[in-house]
């Protein structure tokens, strides 16, 4: 029995190698997939943690963009009002005095000036902080990512509070420039109207509307000029010359400096500013109602003209619009802007550029 099994396997012996290796290569094979097929699950797990990672930090960090929001009106509202002291004025009128007549003119143009400051620079500071909080963000992302353990820290603390510093050019100089842009516009718009003159809440829009465009349109600066300094390398001016912290601060500067030169950036600014304005006109909207049981509804097409008030009723409303607009508690104008779809992609769009590994920036 044993010699004819042996007599077969001589007789068929390449057909056994052959199925030896066709059954080891398979099998081999199969060994060889189930690796990939682990590395390529271990990949994704390690991609999808990172990306949750990646997603838990942004959300993170708009939290705090809107907490810093809330935090920088006050000291904004604060260096308006110091600069743009309509209650000084207020409070002389309340003694009558003899030029009573002329304090009601700069009044006019105080009151008008400063809620349309209030209005561009919190849309500045919405969008400039977005700007600055997520180029920050993105950089600690990376340093904070596994690769970049034991290397130079791309944002080390002292580098992010010189940077952050920078934003007080907006409430310095920035904003000082701001207010002699639209006061000069609001001269032209408002300057030859009389006190006496009854505005509807349409013609007071339409004079708001050459406001903003002298502003926007009249200036040979950018409106990206009264959030940061022209001068980039401002540091290097410092007698005691550069230091790394210096370097790593003014590359800082010169990222916003091309963020806020971007098409993107315009777009964003102007869709803040356009809600923020709608805005202030809702507000004063509500001072323009019909009186009760007026017979014409309040939808109808011309309510807009259909109450006028003096233009030395206005003032007092526009003069108190500033504490809404630069309001540290959550106000529908604040709200507006920090809840804009578009700031918001935006701001996804500049954390996704900035906590991409460098190589991939390059």
Known sequence: MFSSAWNFVKRHKRKFIFAGAVVGGVYF???YAQKMIRELQEKEATEYI??????????SNQRTCNMTVLSMLPPLREAIV?????????????????????IWEDLKIISFTRTVVAVYSTCMLVVLLRVQLNIIGGYLYLDNSVG?????PLAPPDVQQQYLSSIQHLLGDGLTELMTVVKKAVQNSLGGVSLKQSLSMLELEQQLSWIRAEV?????????????????NALADQACGLTENDIMTIKLLNETRDMLDS?????????????????LLDNLAEFFRP???DSAPSSAPDSLSAVSLPLAKIIPIINGQINTICSETPSHFVQDLLLNDQVKEFAANVYETFSAPQELQK
């Open 29 to 31: 094979l199969g060994k």
């Open 50 to 59: 990172a990306q949750a990672r990646r997603q838990f930090h942004f959300e």
């Open 82 to 102: 110091s600069q743009l002291n309509s209650e000084s004025l207020t409070a002389l009128l309340k003694t009558k005095p003899a030029n009573k007549l002329e």
């Open 148 to 152: 970049k353990n034991g290397t130079t």
């Open 216 to 232: 926007e349109s009249g200036s040979e600066r950018s409106l990206s000029w009264y959030m940061l300094a022209d001068d980039e």
């Open 263 to 279: 098409p993107d950036f315009s777009t964003v600014l102007n869709a803040c500013l356009h809600r923020g304005f709608s805005r």
């Open 291 to 293: 009186p009760p049981g």
